[in-house]
């Protein structure tokens, strides 16, 4: 299991500002994308603005993730 944090926009699309997905060791945030957007439909349109963090790191998508990572998914800030 990972525990996927949603900010902002996401959070809202989502419904919610946490949840648990099972992932196999060594997943990559590619394979673990498809199984939140399937979850939570409304993220799957914000998928190329969207930033991610494994265990508060920005991460790419062929980061790998492990079971008790934490995976924060992260929309776009605009500020001034």
């Known amino acids: 299991m990972v525990e ?11 419904g919610t500002r946490k949840v648990q ?7 990559t ?3 673990v994308w498809p199984l939140l957007a399937e979850r939570y439909p409304g993220l799957a349109s914000m998928r190329d ?8 790191e920005y991460a790419r998508m062929d980061g790998r993730v492990e079971p008790g ?9 605009s500020g001034g």
Not at 4 to 14: E, I, K, P, T, W
Not at 21 to 27: C, D, I
């Open 49 to 56: 603005t969207l930033a991610f963090a494994v265990n508060g």
């Open 21 to 27: 997905l099972n992932v196999e060791e060594g997943a």
């Open 4 to 14: 996927v944090l949603l900010f902002g926009a996401a959070a809202d699309r989502a």
């Open 69 to 77: 990572d934490e995976v924060a998914v992260l929309p776009p800030v």
């Open 29 to 31: 945030l590619a394979e």
